[in-house]
């Protein structure tokens, strides 16, 4: 039987504000319902190693939702951050920082990282997937084109490689395309799998 198969006596739930996300668990096939928006304080230790913070905001995010989980229902929350060397390149403030982040990465190699954790009424489990972005050397003017017409103020690194930048400025990427668009399908589809199998009797 197929994973969207096996899932459909259950209560997926999606906890995000990124479309990409919404857009990647759709093509999956798995049926689910989007979460009510909700407050949670990104913030995490400043010791914590940089490609160990979207798994930790992953499940800072679980634990931050406010409606309790009832037999059945599975919660999934993610977080994807831009590591560029031991630095994480969050979120941009404005046009200015966006176009600051975009020439650091300029001709280098970065990491993304997603971490993502199950939660069920019982069960938590957490993983997280890491791809390499080597980015070519770009100019002012495609930063600068890039950020103005694409407005990436919302996502890590300020870049979204589904967008122009990506076709036009990636020279090459080493592990899942879909991790650096915001979640790495193939392992979350492997992880439900094993969550699933090791659940309760109530479900």
């Not at 560029?84 to 979120?91: F, Q, R």
């Not at 920082?97 to 938590?124: C, F, K, Q, Y």
Request: aromatic residues 8%; hydrophobic residues 40%; proline residues 4%.
């Amino acid at each position: 039987m197929l994973l969207h198969d096996k899932l459909k006596s259950f209560n997926i739930i999606l906890a995000s504000a990124s479309p990409r996300r919404r857009e990647l668990l759709q093509a999956t096939g798995i049926e689910y319902r989007l979460a009510a928006k909700f407050e949670c304080d990104e913030v995490y230790p400043a010791s914590l190693p940089a490609e160990a913070v979207a798994e930790y905001l992953s499940q800072l995010k679980s634990h931050a939702y406010p409606t309790p989980l009832s037999c059945g229902d599975i919660l999934i929350t993610a977080d994807t951050t831009v590591v560029l060397g031991n630095e994480v390149l969050g979120k941009p403030a404005d046009e200015a920082e966006a176009r600051a982040m975009i020439a650091r990465l300029s001709g280098r190699e970065h990491s993304v990282v997603t971490g993502v954790t199950l939660r069920s009424l019982d069960n938590e489990r957490s993983f997280s997937s890491k791809s390499k972005v080597r980015f070519a050397e770009l100019t002012e003017e495609q930063i600068a084109y890039y950020v103005e017409n694409y407005r990436p103020m919302d996502k890590a690194g300020a870049y979204g490689i589904q967008e122009w930048i990506g076709y036009c400025g990636i020279e090459s990427i080493e592990g899942s395309f879909y991790n650096v668009m915001g979640l790495p399908v193939q392992r979350l589809c492997r992880e439900l799998e094993c969550f699933i199998e090791h659940l309760p009797s109530c479900y």
